[in-house]
């Protein structure tokens, strides 16, 4: 069964503390697995697509990256403006559907 | 440019009820998605729309149907609505459908009571 599981479900940091969000994965053949940002109140924005193991791409102060069966979401020197609930999902092939995780509510205190 | 419009933002309904909920894609964009989230959970798939035909449908119960029409903007129904159905429902668009780069609206939050 395709599954998506992220941990941990809620992090604190301090501004400038680095930290990373983990993306754990089952998936049937991965056509590509997604991260999202979702504020209070709105709809999932998107942030990146990797495609295939040891690719990595980057936006401002997030980096993410992807093995066989889990992805992270490296945030660096985060500023409380990056408060917001990640969330990672997956595309399986032949599927036109997203599986998602239940997402890391990420708070960053000044 | 407008982006992803949903209508109503809220709506209360009660056991039993019908209910429509409403969505126009972005700009250029012909495949409309239509996913359930419940609070503090990640999205779930409804069925995606492509070419005025359901071209995916996830695990959800015939009690939700929906439908495309020719300008790309699409419907969700609910029949017989549960209190289980209570949840944000998100309308996601994108250019072909093949790509899990959606462009997502606000939602409509439904409260069943």
């Known amino acids: 069964e395709d599954q998506v599981t992220q941990s941990p479900e809620a992090l604190r940091l301090q501004e400038g503390e680095s930290s990373s969000l983990n993306c754990s994965y089952t998936?049937?053949?991965?056509?590509?697995l997604f991260w999202y940002r979702q504020d209070p109140g709105k709809g999932p924005e998107f942030l990146f697509t990797l495609y295939s193991a040891g690719e990595e791409k980057e936006k401002e102060r997030l980096k993410a990256t992807l093995t066989k069966k889990e992805s992270f979401l490296h945030i660096t020197a985060p500023k409380p403006e990056d408060s917001a609930t990640y969330l990672c999902a997956v595309r399986p092939d032949s599927n036109y559907q997203l599986i998602w995780g239940a997402g890391t509510k990420l708070i960053i205190k000044p | 440019d407008a982006g992803v419009t949903q209508s109503p933002t809220h709506l209360i309904k009660t056991r039993g009820q019908q209910v429509t909920l409403r969505c126009s894609p972005k700009s250029g964009h012909d495949t409309v998605s239509w996913y359930q989230q419940a609070l503090g959970q990640g999205p779930q798939f409804i069925f995606q729309y492509y070419e005025e035909e359901e071209r995916q449908r996830g695990n959800f119960p015939d009690r939700f149907s929906g439908h495309q029409f020719p300008n790309y903007s699409s419907e969700l129904n609910v029949n017989a609505l549960l209190l289980g159905d209570s949840a944000l429902y998100l309308c996601a668009s994108s250019l072909g459908g093949d790509t899990g780069e959606l462009f997502f609206g606000e939602g409509s939050r439904l409260t069943v009571l």
């Open positions: 998936v049937s053949g991965l056509r590509g």
